[in-house]
Every structure is written in structure tokens, then in C-alpha cells.
């Protein structure tokens, strides 16, 4: 009787689906299309409040920059580039408009060295919402 039993609940607990794994990953997708310095520092605030909310291994996060926020990305940009790089480093993208570039005459070698490009900025927004990702406006 209990060799039957044992057996039954065995397969009885095969039947049960395994809970999933804890694999809940945060997509974020932030606009940068303004030149002030606050709103710069707004973004990166923002970027380390919410890697701090869900945890930098639980939150993709992409930010496009176009218009006049071009120059957030580029290598003249000092008061800023430790920040970024830090924040590159968590896995933050940072991802030029090219539509951008080629209007302000910006250079691939223009952009500091972790910055990806993107062909159109509010296109690639439009694909990520798309896609499921969350859309964060930054900036006044």
C-alpha cells in the first residue's frame, strides 16, 4: 500500500508545472531631446533610481537622443561622461539619432565611446513601444 502511494504521488507531482523562474525583466525606453544640463542630470538620476527600485540585472534600459539633446552624447560633454560611463557599464544604452547626426554634422568619432546609434530616434521609440517596452519622457 504504501509502495502505490508513493508511486501515485510521485507521478501525481510530475504532473505539476515546475513555478517559473523569477525572470521578471523591466524595459525602459527614455527620451533625451532637450540641451540643459538639469534635464541631463534628471535623466541620470532617473536611471539610478529606477536600477535601485527593481535592480540593475531586472531593468533594460535604452535612452535615444536626438534634436538638441545630441550633445549630451558627445565627447566634449566632460561634466557629464563619468556618469554615462558608469551608467553604460550597468548595461544602459545610449543611442544617438543618426537623422540627428547628419543634421547637426556629427561624427560617429563626435560621440563618446559607448554610445550606439540608432537610424531614426523616434522611430527606434515607436519600436520599443511596440515591442512592450515602457516610455519615459526626461526633460522640461
Given at each position: ?63 535615444v ?47 563618446v ?26 526633460g522640461?
Amino acid at each position: 500500500m504504501k509502495t502505490l502511494l508513493l508511486t501515485l504521488t510521485t507521478f501525481l507531482l510530475a504532473l505539476v508545472p515546475a513555478a517559473p523562474a523569477q525572470t521578471t525583466q523591466h524595459r525602459a525606453i527614455l527620451q533625451m531631446n532637450v540641451g540643459e544640463t538639469d534635464s541631463w542630470n534628471q535623466l541620470l538620476g532617473n536611471i539610478q533610481n529606477i536600477q535601485k527600485v527593481f535592480g540593475v540585472d531586472k531593468i533594460q534600459i535604452q535612452v535615444v537622443v536626438y534634436g538638441k539633446g545630441l550633445s549630451f552624447l558627445l565627447k566634449t560633454n566632460q561634466e557629464f561622461m563619468e556618469r554615462m560611463k558608469k551608467a553604460s557599464e550597468t548595461g544602459v544604452v545610449f543611442a544617438a539619432c543618426q537623422n540627428s547626426m547628419r543634421v547637426r554634422k556629427v561624427t560617429t568619432e563626435d560621440l563618446v565611446p559607448f554610445a550606439a546609434q540608432v537610424d531614426s530616434g523616434v522611430a527606434e521609440i515607436i519600436r520599443k513601444q511596440e515591442a512592450g517596452w515602457s516610455y519615459v519622457r526626461i526633460g522640461e
